[in-house]
């Protein structure tokens, strides 16, 4: 007869068993996990958003949305680009080197009517012009005719330059008098406030941080308002090429529900503070209080009373505005062409119509 096998000769421990199984099973999570994770990075798309100037508080909606994660949410990997003017924004969209920028609506209709530059808007930031010309408080400059003979500043592009005709005809002075001095937007401000220059064109949302500088150097500063004179119509826009929005229009829509949340959450929900914080991580070297200035007036140029009244989307253009633009740009900046409104914007990629 044969003998049973004695002892622990063959024998497997129940615990060791569990051990093997919860370390496989470990394992495949983690590695799962790894996989995962590595899918969601390769899956963001590069976005290129190129800004129409230097990323000052007017830009917090932008910032807050890239900090907060919600242009990854929608899918894109976005990178923000400071400008150097509308126009040339304008042509380095319409060129491929970005997806999308933010420019007035004056160099886009001004580069359909004269270039056939291929671009549309696709929101409206800002809905009415917030253009200025900074003096010094001192200078005896105290009107726009006051301007006549003076040196101004100006970058390539500039949109200020780009209506200064249909600010003098309105406020009765030869823009042509205007001597304009072109250099880099960093310079500007400096450039006013020790005397080399007589003035400066900044948005309003500018006043805080010019404030601020011309104080430390014991001067003080003045506004002269366009809209004061009566311009009425949309200034900032986001553009696309007329290519991207018939073909890739999904990337497009993703940003703008990122950008439209971050308006609503920055300008509509008065988070000034908290959307120039996160701009300031991006940017270091802007100032905290100048930024968070200059987001407030920014919000009154956007969240404007067809927005907080519900009459219209944020980000949404009106026809009738639309067209009273484009009919003052084509009169007073002697366009070659009346641009049909239809060419210069879409509404079909905002996340929300009314």
Known sequence: MKRRASGRAGYRHPHWRSFFLTFVLSSVVLLLSFSYAGAQTKSLQPFTFILDFLPYGEYTPYFAALDKGWYKEEGLDVKILRGAGSADTL????????????????????????????????????????????????????????????????????????????????????????????????????????????????????????QKQAKEQGKAIRRISYADYGLDMYSLVVFAREEAIAKEPDALRAFLRGTVRGMKYVFGNRNFEEGAKCLIKYNPEVDLEAATGASQVASRYSFTEEVTSGKVAVGQFEPARVEKSRDIYTKYLNLKRKVPGEETYTNDLLPEKK
Not at 131 to 154: C, M, R, W
């Open 91 to 210: 042509k380095r969209i319409a060129a491929g080197q970005g997806d999308a920028g933010c420019g007035d609506f004056s160099a886009l209709v001004a580069g359909r009517a004269n270039e056939d530059i291929k671009v549309k808007g696709i929101a409206a930031y800002f809905r009415r012009p917030p253009h200025s010309i900074f003096v010094l408080a001192d200078s005896g400059i105290n009107k726009p005719k006051d301007l006549e003979g003076k040196t101004l500043s100006i970058t390539p592009g500039n949109s200020h330059l780009i209506i200064f005709p249909l600010f003098a005809q309105l406020a009765g002075f030869n823009a042509d008098s205007v001597k304009w001095v072109t250099m880099d937007g960093a310079a500007m401000g400096p450039a006013l406030i020790t005397g080399r220059v007589d003035g400066a064109p900044f948005f309003a949302n500018h006043e805080a941080r010019l």
